[in-house]
């Protein structure tokens, strides 16, 4: 079954430090896959997607993320971290069906 | 433009009362969907729709049912609310294309005692 893996439930940083929030998807083909944030009692908001287009994706708020395919990887990255960075990121496939199929999220905690 | 909007934000149900979710969106989307929220679970599938007069099940259907009767709305009901279905629901649109992704709404919080 078409899974994503996401490897760590909770990631704390320091401001002005690199995020790295890590995930692994399962699939036999390239898939699309998304970056999607949640801020504490907010909806969910795209951050990048990958679309078989560049492996190197930039997205909003300094965000991006590379896709390795020989590492079924889509790691986020930001090089410094922002106090407004501390949020649930979710890692996100879509499938041959359009449906989306989420990971079970990583929480960002930015220390001052 | 108001892009996926959902009513109400927050509901108290007793168990085995019923209700409905509306999600409205109006960026003339195709595909709409429904998910629900869970501490440590992501976001699951309930239902979602390709088109008006069309639905399909999800991941976790059991005890919802939806319909989609204008393309612009996708209702969510609970018919006999039960504790498990406290969470919060998503609902979400699309164009049927990957490079867009998902619209989310703002949720909707569901507590059934």
């Known amino acids: 079954a078409q899974s994503v893996t996401q490897l760590d439930s909770h990631v704390s940083v320091s401001e002005g430090t690199p995020v790295l929030l890590r995930c692994n998807y399962s699939?036999?083909?390239?898939?699309?896959l998304f970056w999607y944030v949640q801020h504490p009692n907010k909806g969910l908001q795209l951050l990048l997607k990958?679309?078989?287009?560049?492996?190197l994706v930039k997205g909003i708020n300094g965000f991006e993320a590379e896709f390795k395919k020989s590492e079924t990887s889509f790691h986020l990255t930001k090089p410094s971290a922002h106090m407004s960075d501390a949020a649930e990121y979710f890692c996100?496939?879509?499938?041959?069906?359009?449906?989306?199929?989420f990971g079970s999220g990583t929480r960002l905690l930015v220390r001052p | 433009n108001a892009g996926v909007t959902q009513t109400p934000k927050f509901r108290v149900l007793k168990t085995g009362q019923s209700m409905t979710l509306l999600c409205a969106q109006d960026?003339?989307?195709?595909?709409m969907y429904w998910y629900r929220q869970d501490p440590g679970m992501g976001l699951r599938l309930i239902h979602y729709?390709?088109?008006?007069?069309?639905?399909a099940k999800g991941e976790v259907p059991d005890g919802y049912n939806v319909s989609r009767l204008k393309k612009q709305n996708f209702l969510l009901g609970l018919e006999s609310a039960a504790p498990s279905q406290t969470s919060v629901y998503f609902c979400?649109?699309?164009?049927?294309?990957?490079?867009?992704?998902?619209?989310f709404g703002p949720g909707t919080r569901l507590t059934v005692l």
């Open positions: 979400a649109s699309s164009s049927g294309t990957a490079t867009l992704g998902q619209f």
């Open positions: 699939s036999s083909y390239s898939p699309s």
């Open positions: 990958y679309t078989s287009a560049a492996t």
């Open positions: 996100v496939r879509m499938d041959s069906s359009y449906k989306l199929i």
């Open positions: 960026m003339n989307h195709e595909y």
């Open positions: 729709s390709v088109g008006e007069g069309t639905t």
